[in-house]
């Protein structure tokens, strides 16, 4: 059962990347009012923590041993710093936030560790 679902990952791992990489940069410059808004402490920062943990752990996966990991966990760091300042410059609705890039810079370090924590073997 698990054959075809992991072939079928694996053929479209870069695919998945480049969606959840293009998601991330919609959500992150378009004006989200009138969505449904879950009103817990701290819960934008986790959000951004689990988008980019989801984001980086889909680009280990598709670029698994093809780049070095710290170039990959460099280029996903910058893409959130980047996204930010695209936030304060290009929108009137959003904001750049420090706090988000730190929130972001952790879902990537959290998906680097748990990708190097899994046994890899599973996913070749």
Same mark, same amino acid.
């Given at each position: 059962m698990l054959?075809?679902? %992991? &072939?079928?990952l694996e053929r479209n791992a870069f695919a998945i990347a480049i969606f959840l990489t293009l998601f991330i940069t919609f959500i992150s410059l378009v004006s989200l009012t009138g969505m449904p808004r879950i009103k817990l402490d701290n819960?934008?920062?986790?959000g951004h923590s689990f988008a980019y943990f989801m984001?980086?752990?889909?680009?280990?996966?598709?670029?698994? %041993? &093809?780049?070095?990991?710290?170039?990959?966990i460099t280029l996903l760091i910058s893409y959130g710093i980047i996204i930010e300042v695209l936030?304060?410059?290009?929108?009137?609705h959003r904001q750049g936030d420090f706090s988000d890039v730190l929130a972001n810079s952790?879902?990537?370090?959290?998906?680097?560790?748990?990708?190097?924590f899994i046994d890899i073997k599973h996913f070749s």
């Open positions: 054959g075809p679902i %992991k &072939r079928l819960s934008d920062k986790i984001l980086s752990f889909s680009w280990f996966f598709a670029l698994k %041993k &093809r780049f070095n990991n710290n170039l990959i936030q304060e410059v290009l929108t009137t952790i879902g990537v370090i959290l998906a680097y560790l748990f990708y190097q």
